[in-house]
Protein backbone atom coordinates (compact mmCIF):
# COMPACT_ATOMS: atom_id res chain seq x y z
CA UNK A 1 0.00 0.00 0.00
CA UNK A 2 1.56 3.48 -0.90
CA UNK A 3 -0.40 5.89 1.16
CA UNK A 4 -0.61 9.79 0.17
CA UNK A 5 0.37 10.50 3.80
CA UNK A 6 1.74 7.40 5.78
CA UNK A 7 2.10 7.54 9.40
CA UNK A 8 5.61 7.89 10.09
CA UNK A 9 8.34 8.46 7.41
CA UNK A 10 12.00 8.64 8.24
CA UNK A 11 14.50 11.29 7.57
CA UNK A 12 17.74 10.29 5.15
CA UNK A 13 19.61 11.26 2.83
CA UNK A 14 23.11 10.85 1.27
CA UNK A 15 25.07 10.98 4.51
CA UNK A 16 23.22 7.67 6.03
CA UNK A 17 24.09 6.21 3.31
CA UNK A 18 27.84 7.25 2.58
CA UNK A 19 28.06 6.25 6.61
CA UNK A 20 27.02 2.76 5.76
CA UNK A 21 29.01 2.73 2.43
CA UNK A 22 31.87 3.21 4.65
CA UNK A 23 31.21 0.29 7.35
CA UNK A 24 31.42 -2.11 4.98
CA UNK A 25 34.22 -0.61 3.24
CA UNK A 26 36.08 -0.91 6.61
CA UNK A 27 35.61 -4.29 7.19
CA UNK A 28 34.53 -4.08 10.05
CA UNK A 29 31.06 -4.83 11.30
CA UNK A 30 30.22 -5.45 14.77
CA UNK A 31 30.63 -2.96 17.90
CA UNK A 32 33.79 -1.08 17.07
CA UNK A 33 34.81 2.45 16.82
CA UNK A 34 31.63 3.94 15.27
CA UNK A 35 29.76 2.24 18.83
CA UNK A 36 31.86 4.30 20.81
CA UNK A 37 31.60 7.26 19.23
CA UNK A 38 28.18 6.67 19.00
CA UNK A 39 27.42 5.75 22.64
CA UNK A 40 30.19 9.16 23.39
CA UNK A 41 27.96 11.68 21.41
CA UNK A 42 24.97 10.21 22.98
CA UNK A 43 25.67 10.23 26.34
CA UNK A 44 26.88 13.77 26.09
CA UNK A 45 23.60 14.56 24.88
CA UNK A 46 21.81 13.41 27.17
CA UNK A 47 24.29 14.53 29.90
CA UNK A 48 24.82 11.17 31.23
CA UNK A 49 27.69 9.60 32.71
CA UNK A 50 27.01 6.46 30.33
CA UNK A 51 25.35 5.33 27.29
CA UNK A 52 25.77 1.74 25.80
CA UNK A 53 24.68 0.90 22.63
CA UNK A 54 22.14 -1.78 22.49
CA UNK A 55 20.15 -4.22 20.05
CA UNK A 56 17.35 -2.19 20.56
CA UNK A 57 14.94 -1.20 23.47
CA UNK A 58 13.04 -3.92 24.36
CA UNK A 59 17.40 -5.58 25.32
CA UNK A 60 17.69 -1.99 26.93
CA UNK A 61 14.85 -2.51 29.17
CA UNK A 62 15.61 -5.95 29.82
CA UNK A 63 19.37 -5.25 30.97
CA UNK A 64 18.34 -2.70 32.85
CA UNK A 65 15.98 -4.68 35.35
CA UNK A 66 18.26 -7.46 35.07
CA UNK A 67 21.10 -4.83 36.22
CA UNK A 68 18.99 -3.75 39.26
CA UNK A 69 18.45 -7.50 40.26
CA UNK A 70 14.82 -7.59 39.52
CA UNK A 71 13.40 -11.14 39.68
CA UNK A 72 10.69 -13.51 40.93
CA UNK A 73 8.44 -12.16 43.20
CA UNK A 74 9.39 -8.75 42.53
CA UNK A 75 6.66 -5.87 41.40
CA UNK A 76 7.31 -3.57 38.82
CA UNK A 77 4.71 -0.67 37.87
CA UNK A 78 4.24 -0.35 34.29
CA UNK A 79 1.89 1.96 32.43
CA UNK A 80 -0.97 -0.15 30.64
CA UNK A 81 -0.75 2.66 28.17
CA UNK A 82 2.70 1.64 25.99
CA UNK A 83 3.97 -1.13 23.67
CA UNK A 84 3.75 -4.37 25.12
CA UNK A 85 7.69 -4.44 25.48
CA UNK A 86 7.93 -2.15 28.71
CA UNK A 87 5.53 -4.96 30.69
CA UNK A 88 7.43 -7.93 28.34
CA UNK A 89 10.63 -6.83 29.89
CA UNK A 90 9.69 -7.62 33.76
CA UNK A 91 8.32 -10.82 32.58
CA UNK A 92 11.77 -12.02 30.93
CA UNK A 93 12.95 -11.31 35.04
CA UNK A 94 10.36 -13.62 35.77
CA UNK A 95 8.65 -10.71 38.15
CA UNK A 96 5.23 -8.85 37.67
CA UNK A 97 4.05 -6.29 35.79
CA UNK A 98 1.77 -3.86 38.02
CA UNK A 99 0.01 -1.83 36.07
CA UNK A 100 -0.58 1.87 36.59
CA UNK A 101 -3.08 4.69 35.12
CA UNK A 102 -2.63 7.50 33.14
CA UNK A 103 -2.85 10.76 35.49
CA UNK A 104 -5.95 11.86 33.21
CA UNK A 105 -7.81 11.60 30.11
CA UNK A 106 -5.24 14.88 29.14
CA UNK A 107 -2.57 13.77 30.77
CA UNK A 108 -1.77 10.13 28.93
CA UNK A 109 1.74 9.81 31.43
CA UNK A 110 1.52 7.95 34.91
CA UNK A 111 1.44 10.47 37.83
CA UNK A 112 3.23 9.97 41.55
CA UNK A 113 -0.46 10.11 42.26
CA UNK A 114 -1.64 7.51 40.11
CA UNK A 115 1.17 5.22 41.01
CA UNK A 116 1.61 5.49 44.57
CA UNK A 117 -2.08 3.48 45.46
CA UNK A 118 -0.11 0.42 43.78
CA UNK A 119 2.91 -0.15 45.76
CA UNK A 120 3.65 -3.14 47.89
CA UNK A 121 6.45 -4.31 50.09
CA UNK A 122 7.02 -6.22 46.92
CA UNK A 123 7.62 -2.87 44.62
CA UNK A 124 11.25 -3.13 43.22
CA UNK A 125 11.33 -0.86 40.41
CA UNK A 126 8.75 1.81 38.24
CA UNK A 127 9.18 2.20 34.93
CA UNK A 128 8.01 5.34 33.13
CA UNK A 129 7.09 6.09 29.46
CA UNK A 130 7.20 9.49 28.50
CA UNK A 131 4.19 8.88 25.91
CA UNK A 132 4.08 10.58 22.95
CA UNK A 133 7.57 12.21 23.59
CA UNK A 134 6.07 14.40 26.50
CA UNK A 135 7.88 14.00 29.47
CA UNK A 136 6.44 12.49 32.83
CA UNK A 137 6.51 14.44 35.92
CA UNK A 138 9.90 13.14 36.97
CA UNK A 139 10.02 15.39 39.66
CA UNK A 140 7.58 13.74 41.33
CA UNK A 141 7.76 10.60 40.53
CA UNK A 142 11.35 10.34 41.43
CA UNK A 143 10.56 12.29 45.35
CA UNK A 144 8.25 8.85 45.11
CA UNK A 145 10.33 6.35 43.95
CA UNK A 146 13.26 7.72 46.52
CA UNK A 147 10.66 8.06 49.25
CA UNK A 148 10.22 4.10 49.28
CA UNK A 149 14.13 3.41 48.61
CA UNK A 150 13.21 2.26 44.74
CA UNK A 151 14.72 2.62 41.58
CA UNK A 152 12.99 4.26 38.26
CA UNK A 153 13.90 3.37 34.58
CA UNK A 154 13.23 5.47 31.84
CA UNK A 155 11.53 3.85 28.67
CA UNK A 156 12.35 6.60 26.41
CA UNK A 157 11.32 4.97 22.87
CA UNK A 158 9.33 7.86 22.23
CA UNK A 159 11.84 10.93 23.43
CA UNK A 160 14.97 11.09 22.24
CA UNK A 161 15.77 15.10 22.43
CA UNK A 162 12.96 15.97 25.18
CA UNK A 163 13.46 17.65 28.47
CA UNK A 164 12.23 19.07 31.36
CA UNK A 165 13.77 21.71 33.86
CA UNK A 166 16.92 21.72 31.65
CA UNK A 167 17.51 17.42 32.01
CA UNK A 168 16.70 15.20 29.28
CA UNK A 169 14.38 12.48 29.28
CA UNK A 170 16.68 9.19 30.12
CA UNK A 171 18.86 11.43 32.51
CA UNK A 172 16.00 11.48 35.51
CA UNK A 173 15.98 7.90 36.54
CA UNK A 174 18.41 4.98 37.63
CA UNK A 175 18.17 3.87 34.10
CA UNK A 176 17.09 5.48 30.70
CA UNK A 177 16.20 2.90 27.70
CA UNK A 178 15.99 3.83 24.01
CA UNK A 179 14.72 2.67 20.74
CA UNK A 180 16.16 3.44 17.45
CA UNK A 181 13.35 1.28 15.66
CA UNK A 182 12.59 2.04 12.24
CA UNK A 183 9.21 4.83 13.60
CA UNK A 184 11.32 6.66 16.04
CA UNK A 185 12.96 10.34 15.93
CA UNK A 186 15.76 8.80 15.44
CA UNK A 187 16.05 5.80 13.79
CA UNK A 188 18.78 2.97 12.70
CA UNK A 189 16.27 0.70 11.82
CA UNK A 190 16.79 -1.82 14.82
CA UNK A 191 18.67 -0.37 18.06
CA UNK A 192 18.71 1.19 21.34
CA UNK A 193 20.44 3.01 23.97
CA UNK A 194 21.18 2.43 27.81
CA UNK A 195 22.13 5.64 29.54
CA UNK A 196 22.63 5.75 33.46
CA UNK A 197 24.54 7.93 35.90
CA UNK A 198 25.73 5.14 38.22
CA UNK A 199 28.98 3.46 37.69
CA UNK A 200 27.83 -0.07 39.24
CA UNK A 201 25.33 -0.46 36.49
CA UNK A 202 27.20 0.66 33.83
CA UNK A 203 29.85 -2.00 34.10
CA UNK A 204 26.91 -4.81 34.67
CA UNK A 205 25.10 -3.60 31.86
CA UNK A 206 28.29 -3.32 29.50
CA UNK A 207 29.40 -6.65 30.46
CA UNK A 208 25.46 -8.15 30.15
CA UNK A 209 24.87 -6.81 26.27
CA UNK A 210 27.99 -9.14 25.44
CA UNK A 211 27.56 -12.69 26.86
CA UNK A 212 28.97 -11.67 30.42
CA UNK A 213 32.38 -11.36 28.95
CA UNK A 214 35.32 -9.34 30.12
CA UNK A 215 36.73 -8.42 27.28
CA UNK A 216 35.50 -7.45 23.48
CA UNK A 217 36.08 -9.02 19.89
CA UNK A 218 37.73 -5.41 19.17
CA UNK A 219 39.65 -5.67 22.20
CA UNK A 220 41.48 -8.68 20.91
CA UNK A 221 41.53 -7.43 17.25
CA UNK A 222 43.82 -4.94 18.52
CA UNK A 223 45.64 -7.27 20.26
CA UNK A 224 44.69 -5.28 23.65
CA UNK A 225 43.61 -8.73 24.99
CA UNK A 226 43.94 -12.55 24.44
CA UNK A 227 41.26 -14.41 25.98
CA UNK A 228 38.30 -13.61 28.22
CA UNK A 229 36.30 -15.14 31.06
CA UNK A 230 32.41 -15.20 31.49
CA UNK A 231 31.68 -13.98 35.19
CA UNK A 232 27.52 -14.12 34.53
CA UNK A 233 24.69 -14.73 32.72
CA UNK A 234 25.08 -12.46 29.60
CA UNK A 235 22.97 -11.78 26.41
CA UNK A 236 24.09 -11.02 22.47
CA UNK A 237 22.46 -7.62 22.84
CA UNK A 238 25.28 -5.35 21.05
CA UNK A 239 24.76 -3.14 17.85
CA UNK A 240 26.33 -3.16 14.85
CA UNK A 241 28.67 -1.03 13.64
CA UNK A 242 25.97 -0.58 10.59
CA UNK A 243 23.56 0.28 13.04
CA UNK A 244 25.97 2.85 14.62
CA UNK A 245 26.68 4.54 11.90
CA UNK A 246 23.43 5.53 11.18
CA UNK A 247 22.85 6.46 14.80
CA UNK A 248 25.69 9.21 14.22
CA UNK A 249 23.86 10.62 12.09
CA UNK A 250 20.31 10.52 12.83
CA UNK A 251 21.58 12.40 16.54
CA UNK A 252 22.79 15.46 14.13
CA UNK A 253 19.78 15.66 12.71
CA UNK A 254 17.51 15.14 15.80
CA UNK A 255 16.99 18.40 17.31
CA UNK A 256 15.95 20.20 13.61
CA UNK A 257 13.52 16.92 13.33
CA UNK A 258 12.41 17.46 16.95
CA UNK A 259 11.27 20.82 15.88
CA UNK A 260 10.08 20.78 12.93
CA UNK A 261 7.59 18.01 14.65
CA UNK A 262 6.65 20.51 17.24
CA UNK A 263 5.33 23.12 14.19
CA UNK A 264 3.21 20.28 13.00
CA UNK A 265 1.77 19.08 16.10
CA UNK A 266 1.00 22.99 16.63
CA UNK A 267 -0.58 23.46 13.43
CA UNK A 268 -2.51 20.19 13.74
CA UNK A 269 -3.57 21.65 17.70
CA UNK A 270 -5.10 24.70 15.77
CA UNK A 271 -7.02 22.73 13.25
CA UNK A 272 -8.12 19.75 15.58
CA UNK A 273 -9.91 21.97 18.03
CA UNK A 274 -12.40 23.00 15.55
CA UNK A 275 -13.78 19.56 15.36
CA UNK A 276 -16.67 19.02 17.42
CA UNK A 277 -15.83 16.38 20.39
CA UNK A 278 -12.56 16.00 19.52
CA UNK A 279 -9.93 15.85 21.99
CA UNK A 280 -6.29 16.29 21.81
CA UNK A 281 -4.58 15.13 24.98
CA UNK A 282 -1.52 17.10 26.65
CA UNK A 283 -2.92 20.63 26.19
CA UNK A 284 -0.86 21.42 29.18
CA UNK A 285 2.56 19.39 28.51
CA UNK A 286 5.55 20.59 30.69
CA UNK A 287 8.73 20.93 29.68
CA UNK A 288 10.41 20.17 26.26
CA UNK A 289 8.34 17.28 24.63
CA UNK A 290 9.88 15.54 21.56
CA UNK A 291 6.79 15.02 19.53
CA UNK A 292 6.83 11.33 18.52
CA UNK A 293 3.59 10.38 17.84
CA UNK A 294 0.21 12.59 17.21
CA UNK A 295 -2.87 11.12 18.96
CA UNK A 296 -6.45 12.36 19.77
CA UNK A 297 -9.57 10.78 21.76
CA UNK A 298 -12.00 10.41 19.68
CA UNK A 299 -15.61 11.23 21.04
CA UNK A 300 -17.54 8.55 22.58
CA UNK A 301 -19.39 5.92 20.67
CA UNK A 302 -17.01 6.85 17.57
CA UNK A 303 -16.37 3.86 15.15
CA UNK A 304 -12.93 3.93 15.11
CA UNK A 305 -12.70 1.60 12.37
CA UNK A 306 -14.71 2.94 10.00
CA UNK A 307 -13.41 6.65 10.92
CA UNK A 308 -9.82 4.54 9.65
CA UNK A 309 -11.46 3.66 7.13
CA UNK A 310 -12.41 6.39 5.93
CA UNK A 311 -8.67 8.22 6.30
CA UNK A 312 -7.50 5.33 4.12
CA UNK A 313 -9.86 6.16 0.92
CA UNK A 314 -8.64 9.80 1.66
CA UNK A 315 -5.29 8.58 1.49
CA UNK A 316 -4.12 8.75 5.26
CA UNK A 317 -2.87 6.12 7.30
CA UNK A 318 -3.73 6.00 11.23
CA UNK A 319 -2.47 3.56 13.75
CA UNK A 320 -3.45 3.11 17.55
CA UNK A 321 -0.99 3.99 20.48
CA UNK A 322 -2.15 1.50 22.09
CA UNK A 323 -4.23 -1.16 22.79
CA UNK A 324 -3.60 -0.96 26.90
CA UNK A 325 -1.17 -4.02 27.49
CA UNK A 326 -3.42 -5.68 30.02
CA UNK A 327 -5.93 -6.50 27.67
CA UNK A 328 -3.64 -8.95 25.05
CA UNK A 329 -4.71 -12.47 25.52
CA UNK A 330 -0.97 -13.12 26.19
CA UNK A 331 -1.39 -10.92 29.46
CA UNK A 332 -4.93 -12.41 30.32
CA UNK A 333 -4.16 -15.85 29.91
CA UNK A 334 -1.25 -14.89 32.89
CA UNK A 335 -3.16 -13.74 35.50
CA UNK A 336 -2.40 -10.05 34.25
CA UNK A 337 -5.14 -8.64 32.97
CA UNK A 338 -7.94 -6.95 32.44
CA UNK A 339 -6.42 -4.73 35.13
CA UNK A 340 -9.26 -3.10 37.48
CA UNK A 341 -6.91 0.07 38.11
CA UNK A 342 -6.44 1.64 34.74
CA UNK A 343 -10.00 2.57 33.89
CA UNK A 344 -8.75 5.89 32.16
CA UNK A 345 -6.45 3.62 30.39
CA UNK A 346 -9.36 1.27 28.78
CA UNK A 347 -11.33 4.21 27.77
CA UNK A 348 -8.11 5.90 26.17
CA UNK A 349 -7.33 2.50 24.47
CA UNK A 350 -11.11 2.34 22.96
CA UNK A 351 -11.07 5.86 21.75
CA UNK A 352 -7.84 6.87 20.61
CA UNK A 353 -6.11 7.33 17.27
CA UNK A 354 -2.70 8.13 15.63
CA UNK A 355 -2.26 10.65 13.51
CA UNK A 356 0.83 10.63 10.62
CA UNK A 357 3.61 13.26 12.44
CA UNK A 358 7.19 12.98 10.57
CA UNK A 359 9.82 16.11 10.45
CA UNK A 360 9.68 16.51 6.17
CA UNK A 361 5.61 16.75 6.28
CA UNK A 362 4.16 19.84 5.16
CA UNK A 363 1.14 22.21 6.39
CA UNK A 364 -0.77 21.05 3.11
CA UNK A 365 -0.44 17.48 4.46
CA UNK A 366 -1.44 18.40 8.03
CA UNK A 367 -4.41 20.41 6.66
CA UNK A 368 -5.38 17.20 4.63
CA UNK A 369 -5.58 14.95 7.59
CA UNK A 370 -7.49 17.25 9.66
CA UNK A 371 -9.77 17.42 6.70
CA UNK A 372 -10.16 13.79 6.75
CA UNK A 373 -11.00 13.35 9.61
CA UNK A 374 -13.45 15.96 10.31
CA UNK A 375 -15.45 14.46 6.99
CA UNK A 376 -15.34 10.96 8.57
CA UNK A 377 -16.54 12.26 11.69
CA UNK A 378 -19.55 14.42 10.29
CA UNK A 379 -20.52 10.96 8.59
CA UNK A 380 -21.07 9.31 11.63
CA UNK A 381 -23.43 12.03 13.21
C1 LIG B 1 7.24 2.80 24.49
C2 LIG B 1 8.08 1.77 23.82
N1 LIG B 1 8.87 0.97 24.57
C3 LIG B 1 9.64 0.03 24.03
C4 LIG B 1 9.66 -0.18 22.67
C5 LIG B 1 10.51 -1.26 22.11
O1 LIG B 1 11.49 -0.76 21.29
P1 LIG B 1 12.35 -1.70 20.31
O2 LIG B 1 11.51 -1.97 19.11
O3 LIG B 1 13.55 -0.86 19.99
O4 LIG B 1 12.70 -2.92 21.07
C6 LIG B 1 8.88 0.63 21.84
C7 LIG B 1 8.91 0.41 20.38
O5 LIG B 1 8.04 0.65 19.63
C8 LIG B 1 8.05 1.62 22.43
O6 LIG B 1 7.27 2.41 21.68
Given amino acids: ?65 MALGIGPG ?133 RTRSHGMTTLTLERHKGHAFSYDVVELGYNYRMSELNAALGLCQLERLPESNRRRAAHVARYRELLCAIPGLQVPFSRSRGEPAFHIMPVLLPTGANRVAIMQAMKEAGVQTSIHYRPVDSFSAYVAAGLGPSPHVPLTHDIGARTLTLPLFPSMNDAQVEHVCASLSLALSAQN
Fill in 1 to 65: MSWQIPLFDPDFDEREEEAVASVIRSKWLTMGERTSRFEARFAEFCGSRHALAVSNCTAALHLAL
Fill in 74 to 206: DEVIVPALTFVATANAVRYCGATPVFADVSSLDEWNLSAASIEPLLTDHSRAIIVVHYAGYPCDMPGITALARQRGIPVVEDVAHAPGASLEGRAMGAWGDVGCFSFFSNKNMTTGEGGMVTTDRDDLAELLR
